[in-house]
């Protein structure tokens, strides 16, 4: 299976309103980088055990490690979670900058170091969401 058809299979495997708002949210970041390289993660480890929820990824990125290993991943992820949907914003550095900058704006959203949890899109300002996300994109190029 390519990677649209693993992120079409993964978004049509959601709930009602969860299938709604990670289509809604995956065609705006679609529509704010068209040319963005698309990634699909299923969530599970070498052995094939479950560690994680599966995540789509936007974008590409070189991460750097202390030792001095690379890695390519990606700028931008979405998941399905328990309550919602998490929206990741990999590789800011200051880790208080998502929650300083677009805490107060946001609307009911939690916010750690590079995630951006809620329960529906109709919880959040989608268009403060869109500047965190290019925000944070342009800070990892």
């Known amino acids: 299976m390519n990677i649209k058809a693993e992120i079409k299979a993964y978004i049509d495997s959601q709930v009602d309103q969860k299938r709604a708002d990670m289509e809604a949210l995956h065609n705006r970041i679609r529509h704010i980088f068209p040319k963005c390289r698309l990634w699909?993660?299923?969530?599970?480890?070498?052995?094939?055990?479950?560690?994680?929820?599966?995540?789509?990824?936007y974008g590409l990125q070189t991460m750097k490690y202390a030792n001095g290993a690379?890695?390519?991943?990606?700028?931008?992820?979405?998941?399905?979670?328990?309550?919602?949907?998490?929206?990741?914003?990999?590789?800011?550095?200051?880790?208080?900058?998502?929650?300083?900058?677009?805490?107060?704006?946001?609307?009911?959203?939690?916010?750690?170091?590079?995630?951006?949890?809620?329960?529906?899109?109709?919880?959040i300002h989608m268009d403060i969401l869109e500047l965190a996300i290019r925000d944070g994109v342009e800070q990892t190029k």
């Not at 699909?40 to 990824?57: A, Q, R």
């Not at 919602?84 to 590789?91: D, K, P």
């Open 70 to 123: 690379t890695k390519e991943f990606y700028q931008i992820g979405i998941s399905a979670n328990t309550i919602g949907i998490s929206v990741y914003i990999i590789g800011i550095q200051d880790k208080t900058y998502l929650s300083k900058t677009y805490g107060d704006k946001l609307g009911k959203a939690s916010i750690t170091g590079y995630c951006i949890k809620f329960k529906t899109l109709e919880d």
């Open 40 to 57: 699909f993660l299923d969530g599970k480890d070498d052995n094939g055990k479950t560690v994680t929820n599966p995540n789509i990824g």
